[in-house]
């Protein structure tokens, strides 16, 4: 009697197949696996990128705006942002931030006892500056506690003390502002050769910040999309 005939081919491919198509679900897994986990990282940094660019401008730029505001409303020309005074009140803001608030320091301070800077000259060469193109300028430090949650009273510590006589200074034609924990300093520049902070360019740098912020952000965008899609 003859012995029926296995189809062995058959019964070997399926296996075969079965292993192949396991295969491609194993590196399918492990590819979105691998997307997923590269778009948490970018997702991630997008935050704490976007989180660091809002911390370090939003009280700067808001008493910027407020400041402005006070000078128009008392019918004087708006300040111009000046990148060397900005510079200035960065480091001058961190020379102060270690200093505590009290009830004479900042923008109430006696007049004659302000802070004193034994390395001044250096602290003005770090910005390009020396004394002679600085001397018209102002400095005016204010010390607010938590200042990050009190702009209104970041704003009134400069247009509602002893700061208020020389915002409504018409010789003034810049400014440049700068913190450091709970310090934020507003250097004033003026357009005569002993106050121009001559090196800084009185152009508003907001807009190239702008363009940073926004082009970081589209980057991060675009990686994440492409992920996917290869």
């Given at each position: 009697?003859?012995?029926p ?9 399926a ?11 194993i ?10 986990t590269?778009l ?24 910027f705006?407020?400041?402005n ?8 020309t708006t300040?111009?942002?000046n ?5 200035l ?10 200093n505590?608030c009290?009830n004479d ?24 500056l ?22 209104s009273?970041?704003?009134t ?5 002893q700061?208020?006589?020389s ?18 300093v507003?250097?004033?520049?003026t ?23 926004f ?16």
């Amino acid at each position: 009697m003859p012995r029926p005939i296995h189809n062995r081919t058959t019964s070997h491919a399926a296996p075969k197949k079965d292993k192949i198509i396991i295969k491609g679900l194993i590196e399918s897994v492990s590819m979105a696996s691998y997307k997923l986990t590269v778009l948490l990282l970018l997702s991630f940094i997008f935050l704490f990128l976007s989180g660091h660019v809002l911390s370090d401008i939003d009280e700067e730029d808001v008493l910027f705006k407020g400041i402005n505001s006070y000078r128009a409303s008392q019918n004087l020309t708006t300040l111009n942002n000046n990148e060397n005074a900005e510079c200035l009140a960065d480091e001058i803001a961190d020379q102060l931030k270690n200093n505590p608030c009290t009830n004479d320091t900042g923008s109430v301070t006696v007049p004659g006892t302000e802070p004193q800077f034994a390395d001044y000259p250096n602290i003005l060469a770090k910005c390009h500056l020396s004394v002679s193109d600085t001397r018209d300028g102002l400095i005016m430090p204010a010390c607010v506690p938590f200042l990050e949650s009190s702009p209104s009273l970041v704003l009134t510590n400069f247009t509602k003390s002893q700061y208020s006589l020389s915002l409504n200074d018409s010789k003034f034609t810049g400014m440049g502002i700068g913190k450091e924990d709970d310090w934020i300093v507003v250097v004033l520049t003026t357009n005569t050769p002993q106050g121009s902070f001559s090196t800084a360019t009185k152009v508003d740098s907001n807009g190239f910040i702008f363009a940073i912020g926004f082009f970081h952000h589209v980057f991060v965008f675009i990686l994440s999309f492409c992920f996917f899609l290869c």
